[in-house]
């Protein structure tokens, strides 16, 4: 059953990259979240508020598409190993006999046609 530990190495690996995404999302929301609290003006912290919450909200999504993908690679990866397990394997092809060249000059000489005469002048 190596397929069935190849799909699940797909859905790990994506899983993996997921929580990479979502940590880095994280780090990028604190460091707008700090900057609205050392922000002067009401404008400024509501636009740094916005950018924090909008980078939660758009790595979420991006999580999720990376997540959607690696599920349709691993479920393609594994319909495409159960079908070729049920294909039969391809039957050989009998092998081609090489022909028989002549050993020395003078049989290949033997096999070509005789020369034709000339007609007398």
Known sequence: MAEADLDAVIRQTARAQTKAVMAAAKKRQAVWVARAAKAKDKETKARFRYLAKSTILNATATAKRLQNSAENAA???ARAMKK???????AKKPEKKPEKKP???SEAKSEKKPAKKKAAA
Request: aromatic share 8%.
């Open 84 to 90: 070729a397990m049920e294909e039969p394997a391809p």
């Open 75 to 77: 479920d393609a990866y």
């Open 103 to 105: 050993e020395n000059k």
